[in-house]
């Protein structure tokens, strides 16, 4: 599997407001086909153009190693869009290259970094999965905790998530933990974000709590805060077309 070319960033054809998608650990541009769908779909006359831009992050083991990726395919200037790890990732992007992002959504994620001890413990589970065979992407206690629960059962969903973290397999996962593990904080840095910012997280997301979405956006100046009913830790994929509302007022602001 190949990190971030610009054979496979998704440039859509014609006019549009370039939209970089960063998904989260385990997960690829499916993460976001099917609110990319639903945008097209919207009955809104305001709703700008959207020119998708998907960039995966397979091969680099930093989120700094990620965001000089993303900026060597991404276009010159673009709106920014970061779900959980694809959040971390957003905001390297933001410390090396500011001026070339004009609105930032951050959906899932957090802006701390891991506790020494919570570190610890990823960069142990890499070597526990790496020593097991077959690997396991995604398991029933990952999709109970992810996952709200009218969304637990949906055979479709789970099949998707499955098979992308099958598709990324051990390497990826390897990769992405310590990226994950080792990720800068960027909680000072919140009041220095100048562009329009949104912050969007599931009300039922196990994983990352709502309180800490809240949190980091009362930090950013102007952001604005929005929980999203009956979705978990995957707002993209449990509410698709909520979250395409979402974009689309947000990319007029």
């Known amino acids: 599997m190949s990190s971030t070319s610009k054979k496979d960033t998704g440039h859509a054809d014609g006019d549009g407001v370039p939209v970089v998608f960063l998904s989260g650990m385990l ?6 086909h099917p609110a990319v769908a639903a ?21 680099q083991d930093t989120v700094a190693d990620m965001a000089r990726a993303v900026l060597e395919t991404a ?18 992007i933001l410390r090396q290259a500011p001026e070339r992002v004009s609105h930032l959504m951050l959906v899932n994620t ?28 995604v398991n029933d206690g990952m999709l109970d905790e992810m996952l709200h629960p009218d969304n637990r059962n949906d055979a479709g969903l789970v099949s998707l998530l499955t098979a992308m973290g099958d598709a990324c397999g051990v390497g990826v996962f390897d990769r992405q933990n310590h990226a994950v593990a080792t990720r800068p904080d960027s909680m000072t840095e919140l009041g220095n974000i100048a562009v329009p910012c949104s912050v969007v997280v599931g009300t039922h997301d196990r994983i990352i709590s709502p309180e800490s979405h809240r949190e980091m956006a009362d930090a950013i100046p ?28 947000f990319l007029v602001r």
């Not at 945008?39 to 091969?59: M, Q, R, S, W």
């Not at 506790?115 to 992407?137: C, D, G, M, Q, Y």
């Open 39 to 59: 945008y097209d779909e919207l009955d809104d006359p305001t709703k700008p153009a959207l020119k998708p831009v998907f960039c995966e992050l397979f091969d």
């Open 110 to 137: 957090r802006a701390t970094a891991d506790s020494e001890a919570v570190r610890r413990r990823r960069l142990l589970l890499s070597r526990i999965v790496a020593a097991k065979e077959p690997f396991v992407a």
């Open 27 to 32: 997960a690829d541009q499916r993460m976001w």
């Open 75 to 92: 276009p010159d200037r673009f709106a920014l869009v970061g779900m959980s790890m694809g959040g971390y990732a957003a905001f390297e």
């Open 222 to 249: 102007g952001a604005t805060y929005q929980e999203v009913p009956c979705a978990g830790h995957y707002v993209p994929l449990e509410q698709p077309v909520e979250f395409a509302r979402s974009l689309a007022a």
